[in-house]
């Protein structure tokens, strides 16, 4: 990998023997911090652009009617779930290179497979859901975009190992949305049997993921039946490590507080609990860091053939 070389002036200014060895580090203003702020001016005007060009996470995910969101977070965010099209934009760009295999083993809607494949990757998610799958080939239709989803579950799919060069998912935190998907259905299922399940996952995902590889994991934690949080972030960084896979980075992607400050009152006087507004971003590699980030490096800055 080639190291830009320069000096720094009297102010302490860096300046680049040549700027095309020093390009700027940002992805449409987000640097790349270990706190993502969806709240920041610069992010909000980015995921108005997405859905301005019709990446919509809402209109597939009621195309699923199984789907259940449960308590303030299903009022909040009408019934649906929907995933950030400027977080798949921003993991796409930092953690893999153009051309890549990207395997999303629990795809849900269609914004990780859309954003994917318009950035010029080859995406494979695996969903449960026929319906869900049916809304999101529906709207990537209409971007002439052919993202591949595969009907079943991601743990058992037969996938070449060490064939994909990425893996961006975003598994079930646990009950927090119940999709009443079918066997195999992580947020339907009991505690113990939901931890059983979430490791496997992790594994195949390890499985088919290539040597000097990147993978994101999203996850956020969830409560027992007592409210006492159980630590899902940390145990889902267990699977990832005792998958083989090196953790590299822990992101916090903190969420606008919007119509949680009208709902935080109940749970704060009753028993002390803080309203959730953010989730984990887990980066980890599988093989040596350096080498998975050279190769990245290398495909974005080699010139067009």
Not at 10 to 31: C, M, V
Not at 144 to 159: A, E, F
Not at 193 to 212: C, G, I, P, Y
Not at 249 to 256: A, R
Request: glycine fraction near 8%.
């Amino acid at each position: 990998m080639h190291i830009a070389s320069g000096s720094r002036d009297s102010n302490g200014k860096w300046h680049a023997d040549n700027p095309e060895d020093y390009p700027p580090l940002d992805t449409h203003g987000q640097l790349p911090w270990s706190v993502l702020d969806q709240s920041a001016g610069h992010w909000r005007k980015r995921v108005k652009w997405w859905r301005d060009q019709g990446v919509d996470d809402i209109t597939p995910r009621l195309h699923a009617p199984a789907m259940i969101n449960t308590g303030r977070h299903g009022t909040n965010s009408k019934g649906v779930s929907r995933f950030d099209p400027f977080l798949t934009e921003l993991l796409v760009t930092w953690f893999s290179a153009p051309g890549d295999k990207v395997f999303d083993p629990c795809a849900g809607g269609p914004v990780r497979g859309i954003v994917s494949t318009s950035l010029g990757r080859i995406y494979t998610g695996v969903d449960l859901s026929k319906p869900q799958i049916l809304a999101n080939e529906h709207v990537a239709q209409q971007w002439d975009l052919n993202p591949r989803y595969i009907h079943g579950d991601g743990r058992v799919q037969h996938l070449n190992v060490g064939e994909h060069d990425f893996v961006l998912t975003c598994p079930p935190y646990h009950n927090r949305e119940r999709y009443n998907a079918g066997d195999g259905d992580l947020s339907m299922m009991k505690w113990p049997d939901f931890l059983t399940a979430h490791r496997e996952l992790v594994e195949r995902s390890a499985e088919v993921l290539a040597t000097n590889r990147f993978c994101a994991w999203v996850i956020s934690d969830v409560r027992d039946y007592k409210g006492h949080y159980r630590g899902l972030p940390a145990i889902a960084a267990q699977h990832i490590r005792d998958a083989g896979l090196h953790i590299t980075n822990d992101l916090i992607l903190m969420e606008p507080g919007g119509l949680r400050a009208k709902t935080m009152r109940v749970p704060w006087t009753a028993a002390r609990t803080t309203t959730r507004r953010h989730q984990h971003i887990i980066i980890a590699v599988k093989g040596d860091r350096r080498e998975a980030t050279e190769r990245i490096v290398n495909a974005h800055t080699q010139p067009p053939a």
